[in-house]
């Protein structure tokens, strides 16, 4: 089984970036990036697969980016114009059916630990 780790996360005031780094043992095919506020359920920020494909959330299109680095099995969110709403837990996960997408028919597993994003007004 894969084994994720993330990192990057931190505090932030509205308007700030933040880069995050999730770097998979092994060699994915696809890859997504997720969150997890207190009180609600998790939900999907990004996916990038190996052939470049990304898929965003409408909610922070514009803002953030994904990425995939094949050569080191990381996967990168670059996180700009952070909103307060944006305070979560962030995880990383490997696609385990369904296409590499944000979308309800995709799952995911192998979760890392999760990093912490705080955004302060």
């Known amino acids: 089984q894969v084994q994720l780790v993330e990192s990057g996360g931190g505090s932030v005031q509205t308007g700030g970036s933040l880069r995050l780094s999730c770097v998979a043992s092994g060699y994915p095919y696809c890859m997504g990036w997720f969150r997890q506020a207190p009180g609600k359920e998790r939900e999907g920020v990004a996916t990038?697969?190996?052939?470049?494909?990304?898929s965003v959330a409408d909610s922070v299109k514009g803002r953030f980016s994904i990425s995939l680095d094949n050569a080191k099995s990381t996967l990168y969110l670059q996180m700009n114009s952070l909103k307060p709403e944006g305070t979560a837990m962030y995880y990383c996960?490997?696609?385990?059916?369904?296409?590499?997408?944000?979308?309800?028919?995709?799952?995911?597993?192998?979760w890392g630990q999760g990093t912490q994003v705080t955004v302060s007004s």
């Open positions: 990038g697969d190996r052939s470049g494909i990304t």
């Open positions: 996960g490997v696609l385990v059916s369904g296409p590499c997408s944000v979308g309800p028919r995709s799952r995911f597993g192998s």
